[in-house]
């Protein structure tokens, strides 16, 4: 009966706060115990069979118990001042901002050393890309001097060069639609098998001339006699090719349209017979307006080709060479330069992160200090309340032991009249000198950090412009 009792109670009694690091709130229910150890019943049914004995000495087996349960929580208390106190120490340890203060007050030696060898990496690359680009330079200056040019050449961009091209396609298009119409007259096919003949014929008019314009006709501005004869003759070459291909092409249509089949070599050899024997005779105005055309259009892809880079004959090739080489070696001192640039801003971003970390470590030390000084004060608070419950919980059980005696005349022993006794425990250092000493050692380093703190910012920004300065050079003696 009694141990269902017991065992009920503990079931519906609420249970106790069990927090380690806070003993003094670990509440000791006195109302809960008495249920728990059933003081009350234990004493009168003692006290009925006149137990303990009026001669004892000693505490009895029940009042041992309370005692041990009691003494069990101040037990408990000392184990955890005892970590407690130890893992405060351990945590000082981890908060001691020495080697932080260390490591971020040797920032500034510590991007210098990184920005020198990241620059000494690149430095066989740089000197080769600028010894290329000298090169390149010399031999552009070469050129100019050789061939008495003062200007900057036209480098022609990629997009300007597309668009010529596309011009010189729609020049071809635009001959063929207005060609095809001519030819459609001539061809069973009719106005599709006509654009499909002006088509291919526009494009070797039009193709041929945009080439003589490219590479030939340049030659005119060329400062050798002989480069620039050769360029003359081209422009009459060009101006013989395009009238002849626009007679060629007259011819064709007026032969289309003479010829009772459409058998193309039929009409090649009646077209090449009518070119040989009268050139400029044509059967209609339209074939006299095709050949005006067609010189028109081969005019047009002959100026485009001329326009597709610098009129001087390899100019725009060598300026352009010398402007890759140039360009590398400032891609490459730019990425450098990014690259130191970031470097900072990530030794910056540490230095920063470096006086944030000891802050909040100092911070987390005094806090580790103050628990260490109170903590004295809290266990004793504890072990107090233990004590005190111990005694009122022994003198319930006396008094009613004593009451439940009057019946068999049976007097209390002498012992109930005395306090009971406490074991003495062993308490941890709870000294603070030391860590008191510790903490404004911290505090010290602290201060000082944020007395080297800009000069440390100036430094490494100071190193970065002296890296800065050292690469600027080199690109201006290109």
């Known amino acids: 009966m009694k141990l269902f009792k017991m065992l009920f109670g503990w079931l519906r009694a609420p249970r106790r706060p069990n927090d380690p690091e806070h003993p003094d709130l670990h509440v000791l ?27 004892e000495t000693n505490l009895s087996g029940f009042e041992e118990s309370i005692c041990q349960k009691l003494e069990g929580f101040r037990l408990s208390y000392q184990n955890w001042a005892t970590t407690h106190v130890q893992r405060i120490q351990e945590r000082l340890v981890t908060y001691d901002i020495t080697k932080t203060v260390n490591r971020t007050a040797n920032l500034a030696d510590e991007y210098e050393r990184e920005a020198n060898r990241r620059v000494s990496d690149r430095e066989i690359e740089l000197r080769n890309l600028r010894s290329s680009a000298h090169q390149r330079e010399q031999e552009l200056l070469t050129f100019r001097e050789e061939n008495q040019l003062t200007r900057h050449a036209q480098v022609i961009s990629g997009t300007r060069k597309a668009i010529c091209i596309l011009l010189a396609i729609f020049t071809v298009a635009v001959e063929g639609i207005l060609n095809a119409g001519f030819f459609a007259a001539g061809l069973d096919g009719g106005l599709f098998q006509g654009f499909f003949f002006a088509g291919a014929l526009a494009a070797t008019n039009v193709g041929i001339a945009f080439a003589l314009g490219r590479f030939l006709v340049p030659n005119i501005n060329h400062i050798s006699p002989m ?45 090449l017979q009518a070119l040989q024997s009268n050139p400029l005779g044509f059967h209609d105005v339209f074939s006299i307006i095709l050949c005006v055309v067609s010189v028109v259009f081969a005019l047009a892809g002959l100026c485009e080709g001329y326009k597709l880079s610098d009129p001087y004959p390899g100019y725009a090739s060598v300026q352009r060479i010398a402007d890759e080489a140039k360009a590398f070696y400032d891609h490459e001192i730019t990425q450098i330069r990014d690259e130191l640039e970031h470097l900072k801003e990530e030794y910056v971003a540490k230095l920063e992160q470096g006086l944030e970390q000891a802050k909040v470590d100092v911070v987390a030390f005094r806090a580790e200090v103050d628990k260490k000084r109170i903590a004295p004060e809290r266990l004793q608070r504890a072990l107090d309340k233990a004590e005190h419950m111990m005694s009122a919980l022994v003198k319930i059980f006396r008094t009613e032991n004593e009451i439940s005696r009057k ?31 510790a903490l404004q050692e911290q505090e010290e380093l602290l201060a000082d950090l944020l007395n080297q703190i800009e000069d440390i910012r100036r430094r490494i920004q100071s190193s970065y412009d002296v890296k800065f300065s050292q690469l600027e050079p080199i690109r201006q003696q290109i």
């Open 407 to 437: 019946a068999t005349g049976v007097p209390v022993p002498a012992y109930f009249r005395q306090p009971v006794p406490v074991r003495q425990l062993t308490l941890p250092d709870f000294n603070t000198t030391a860590d008191e000493r």
């Open 227 to 271: 480069r620039r004869l050769a360029g003359y003759l081209g422009v009459i070459m060009a101006g013989a090719i395009m009238g002849g291909l626009g007679l060629i092409i007259a011819h064709f249509r007026d032969a289309l349209g003479q010829a009772g089949d459409v058998n193309i070599s039929v009409i090649a050899a009646a077209a």
């Open 29 to 55: 229910d006195k109302d809960e115990l008495l249920r728990e150890l059933d003081i009350e019943a234990e004493a009168r049914r003692l006290g009925a069979e006149g137990a303990p004995p009026a001669d």
